[in-house]
């Protein structure tokens, strides 16, 4: 599998619809093991106002075959800057395309909103129940507290 983004020049894609996602083999096919990938700065506007809404979200999963690639991932989640989704539409769409395109053993993303309208919105999705004998361990991301 070659890698389109990887070592290259790549552009900020317009839109989740056009960003391309990399995967590439596996290193560790024979192992079990997860994997995870904290985006502290994500952003995406609000479909109504145009405001800008920020998350932190945190992407785990159990690879299979392939692993998606790190510069590939960050340009689609940079797409959503000008992306207009609710904070649900987002955190389950990136779930989902992750999911449907690597189809590795499992998936979760947690989604930690920053308050929009004052109230904090988290989202949180998974492919299915959590896999026996590998370490999943806590997304550890504390609830919205303000300055409190």
């Not at 994997?35 to 109504?48: D, H, K, M, N, Q």
């Not at 989640?77 to 955190?91: I, K, P, Q, V, W």
């Not at 395309?97 to 989202?123: N, T």
Request: aromatic share 12%; net charge negative.
């Amino acid at each position: 599998m070659k890698a389109k983004h990887l070592g290259q020049n790549s552009v900020l894609p317009a839109s989740p619809e056009e960003a391309e996602l990399d995967y590439v083999a596996n290193p560790r096919p024979g192992s079990r093991y997860m994997i995870r990938f904290a985006a502290p700065e994500f952003t995406s506007l609000c479909p109504i106002t145009g405001q800008p809404d920020f998350a932190h979200l945190v992407i785990d999963y159990v690879p299979r075959a392939t692993i998606v690639e790190s510069k590939a991932l960050k340009l689609f989640l940079g797409s959503f800057r000008n992306h207009g989704a609710f904070h649900e539409d987002c955190t389950v769409g990136i779930g989902e395309r992750l999911f449907a395109e690597m189809q590795p053993e499992w998936l979760r993303i947690g989604g930690y909103w920053y308050p929009r309208g004052g109230i904090p919105i988290d989202v949180f999705w998974q492919s299915g129940d959590p896999p026996a004998g590998v370490w999943i361990p806590a997304q550890d991301v504390p609830g919205y507290r303000g300055r409190g």
